[in-house]
């Protein structure tokens, strides 16, 4: 069931054209099982194992070359399919050793592999067309683009933990992962309707007109360690780091038309990236009754950096490069760090029945993570986008949310935010000066929800809620080379409905 010809409105009402595309089948199976092999040794395995698959690329309704919503045409099988499997294992151990402890190991492996094949054949077709001349009848030759990935990790965390009720407690531990990724990407030439491909083309059955492999793996080890001291009877105080070390290595190749066997190397590279470094964390503590407590907090974090394909000749030709400052292989990227200064209070009055929390923050990140984009070519036609330390960020506000329980049955949430987001330095690519929004950050955000349950019969209970959120404007960076204003917007849901003693719903 294929488009007869190049034109696809010319195909609707026929067989060519599939109706109702966007199905998607999700399969999953989950366990875990405890097992107290005797009072101080605790072992619990556990499995998650997920099958999905949709007939389209993408669930969504296609209005394709005018054509009714909910109707395809594709001169190629579109589908997304992802297998997922999770498996745990959590030893926990208590001693009596250091004053009362537990030992608690965790170790996780996941094992995921997709497949995603796209229809771009209104694309690449005038590729197979200027080297085997046009499909007969004026028909396209149908050119799938399959998109594969197997991702493997294994982590394991090692913690002891004390137990003891005296003024000093503590967490120190290991961590470990192991991550290989695996991915490629293929176009090939479905069906050549008969004609013969000449090399480098038809190196390969079937052709080829683009294949490339990535194989990205990295390593991290850490070790933590934190110290909790009661210096007061109602006042803590705690103290730790974790000391951490990763190291990345990606290696790419791709090949351009006839794949391998043509010999079209577009790239071949091998890159490396490594960063130590430590991370600290300190929290002053105050508990004047068991219904409040107040906090100060200081923590640094990170997030790992990487590395990124070269440009090829033929994104950009090297002289394209240079009048445009281009690197033939952008440099790698460090990790962004953030400095987070919170203070902070969690309140229960009323013997639980209203509880306050609130909070205000500030944080410095510092070489933060951006795509970096930039144009070559004629008329900069061809976009060229990469990750770079792009500078400062400086981040500040405050939140507070409210819950109460006024009414037997009755439960009511309220909550708000204020964020104060701004680049301390100029963002050109965006033409953003310094001290402009952080892109798609609003400044104010609340929510508010009320639930009401409620007996109305010997064997029914009814119940009511109703929810609001607001999400304030913000500046999107989604707009066609300039940054563009996102409006503000609110949401408001509600619903009723009636269930039995036994809980089902009416």
């Known amino acids: 069931l294929r488009p007869t010809t190049g034109n696809l409105t010319e195909n609707a009402g026929t067989a060519a054209v599939r109706r109702d595309v966007n199905w998607t089948r999700t399969e999953t199976i989950r366990g875990a099982l405890r097992w107290t092999a005797n009072p101080t040794l605790t072992i619990t395995p556990s499995l998650v194992w997920q099958r999905g698959y949709s007939n389209a690329d993408r669930p969504h309704s296609d209005v394709t070359f005018g054509l009714r919503a909910r109707q395809k045409a594709r001169y190629a099988d579109t589908f997304a ?13 208590r001693i009596a050793a250091l004053g009362g402890a537990t030992i608690v190991a965790n170790a996780s492996y996941l094992d995921r592999r997709s497949r995603l094949s796209f229809d771009v054949t209104a694309f690449d077709s005038p590729i197979v067309e200027q080297i085997v001349g046009p499909g007969p009848g004026g028909r396209l030759f149908p050119t799938p683009l399959v998109d594969d990935a197997h991702t493997r990790q294994f982590t394991q965390e090692l913690r002891l933990v004390s137990a003891g009720d005296g003024p000093l407690s503590y967490v120190v531990g290991g961590f470990y992962r192991n991550l290989d990724q695996r991915s490629g990407r293929s176009i090939t030439v479905a069906d050549l309707f008969g004609a013969t491909a000449p090399p480098p083309l038809g190196a390969s059955a079937p052709p080829v007109i683009q294949d490339s492999h990535v194989r990205f793996r990295e390593s991290e080890r850490a070790a933590f360690g934190e110290l909790t001291y009661a210096i007061a009877p109602r006042v803590k105080v705690s103290a730790g780091a974790r000391v951490f070390g990763y190291r990345q290595r990606e290696a790419s190749r791709r090949f351009g038309i006839g794949g391998a066997a043509g010999g079209d190397l577009a790239y071949d590279y091998d890159e490396r990236n490594r960063e130590n470094g430590v991370t600290p964390r300190l929290t002053l503590s105050f508990e004047p009754s068991r219904a409040a407590t107040f906090y100060a907090s200081y923590a640094q974090g990170f997030r790992t950096g990487g590395v990124k ?10 002289a394209e490069r240079r009048a445009a400052g281009i690197p033939d292989v952008p440099p790698p990227y460090d990790s962004d760090r953030t400095d987070n200064y919170e203070i902070g209070a969690k309140t229960s009055l009323w013997g639980n ?16 993570q951006q ?18 330390n792009a500078g400062r960020v400086r981040s500040r506000g405050g939140e507070i949310e409210v819950v109460a329980t006024p009414l037997p ?28 929004r952080v892109l798609d950050v609003p400044r104010w955000t609340w929510n508010a929800r009320a639930a009401y349950d409620v007996a109305i019969g010997p064997r029914l209970r009814g119940n009511l809620s109703a929810a609001a959120r ?37």
């Open 81 to 93: 399919r992802d297998d997922v499997v999770i498996g745990s294992l959590l030893i926990e151990q």
């Open 409 to 436: 049955g009755l439960d009511v949430q309220a909550g708000a935010s204020l964020t104060d987001a701004t680049y301390r330095n100029a963002v050109p690519n965006l033409l953003l000066p310094a001290g402009s």
């Open 371 to 388: 795509a970096f984009q930039t144009a070559c070519g004629i008329n900069n036609a061809t976009t060229i986008s990469f990750t770079v």
């Open 470 to 506: 607001y999400v304030g404007g913000s500046d999107s960076g989604f707009g066609e080379g300039e940054v563009l204003p996102r409006p503000a917007y609110t949401l408001v849901d509600a619903a009723a409905g009636v269930k039995t003693a036994g809980g089902v719903a009416i």
């Open 309 to 318: 394909a070269p440009v090829t000749d033929d994104i950009c030709s090297p």
């Open 353 to 368: 029945k209203l509880r306050i929390n609130g909070a205000a923050y500030r944080i410095a990140w510092k070489d933060y």
